[in-house]
Every structure is written in structure tokens, then in C-alpha cells.
């Protein structure tokens, strides 16, 4: 069952991936993964971010549950949002829900992943495979298409914290 979920995503990455640079996607049950995607991470940098588009057509809600790449010794799901002026970052352990007809957006400044202890930095046109696992879908692998190093907190300060 994994070796096909592993060779459909491969298919749909191969199929996907020759259109507009960045624009492919996974899919898994009824889910789709949209452009999974992550940014240059700076020499020196231990934790790089993970970004995605979680579109659910059917009719149950599913969730993300845990994520898991040999480029990282761990992958955590996180939350960023504003308490006031001040941003706050913390790990959702129970993963992140996806309602039934629902999208969810994992993107910098809200919902995204956390690749800790990175030991080789994610440089500028890789792909840094995961496997994203659904409570109800079952896992996925996936490509996270590495783009320039950008300028969001992701990069700086807000992540700071996560170092310890
Ligand atoms: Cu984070």
C-alpha cells in the first residue's frame, strides 16, 4: 500500500512537475497537496520551514497528524499568529485539521512545518522529500521545491526559539 501511495506521488509529481516552475502537487484518498514548497535556509541555519495547500473534496474531515523527512531529525507542525504586536510560534501536537470541502494553508505567517536539526541546508532549487501522514488518507511522500531564501520571519528572528 505505501510503495503505491509512493510511486502515485511520484506520477503525479512527474506529471505535475513539468508545468510552471513550482506549480505540482500530491495527492492522497481525496486529498490534494498543493506546490509543497520551503526556502534556502542561510549556512549555519538548523530549522527550515515547510509550506503547503491542503484541499479536501470529500466528505469527512481528515487531519495531519505527523511529518517525517530523513533531512531533518524531526518535523513539527506549527502555528504562527499574533498576540497583539508580539508573533508567536507554537507546535499544534494534535497536527492540523482539514475540514470536509474545506482548504487549509500552510504558509509563512500561519500554519507550516518546522524541519529541525537540518544537518545539510536546504540550498535553492532542490526538492527535500517528506512524508506527510493523514489520520483518515494514511501517508504521502512528498516534494518541498526549495526556493530562494526569503526575507519572512521564518528566516530570522521568530525562529530563534526553536534552536534551543
Ligand atoms: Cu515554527
Do not use: C, W
Request: glycine residues 14%; hydrophobic residues 40%; neutral net charge.
Amino acid at each position: 500500500m505505501r510503495k503505491f501511495l509512493n510511486s502515485a506521488a511520484f506520477l503525479a509529481a512527474f506529471l505535475l512537475g513539468t508545468g510552471l516552475a513550482g506549480a505540482h502537487g500530491f495527492k492522497v484518498g481525496e486529498l490534494e497537496i498543493g506546490h509543497p514548497y520551503s526556502r534556502a535556509m542561510l549556512p549555519g541555519a538548523k530549522v527550515g520551514g515547510g509550506y503547503f495547500k491542503i484541499v479536501n473534496p470529500g466528505n469527512t474531515d481528515d487531519r495531519l497528524v505527523s511529518v517525517s523527512s530523513d533531512r531533518a531529525t524531526s518535523v513539527q507542525i506549527h502555528e504562527m499568529s499574533m498576540d497583539g504586536t508580539i508573533m508567536k510560534m507554537r507546535e499544534l501536537p494534535q497536527g492540523i485539521v482539514v475540514p470536509a470541502g474545506d482548504t487549509v494553508e500552510l504558509k509563512p505567517g500561519g500554519y507550516h512545518l518546522m524541519f529541525m536539526n537540518v544537518s545539510q541546508p536546504f540550498k535553492e532549487g532542490e526538492m527535500v522529500k517528506a512524508v506527510l501522514t493523514f489520520e483518515k488518507a494514511g501517508p504521502v511522500e512528498v516534494e518541498f521545491a526549495v526556493g530562494p531564501a526569503g526575507g519572512d520571519a521564518h528566516a530570522g528572528d521568530a525562529h530563534k526559539e526553536h534552536k534551543k
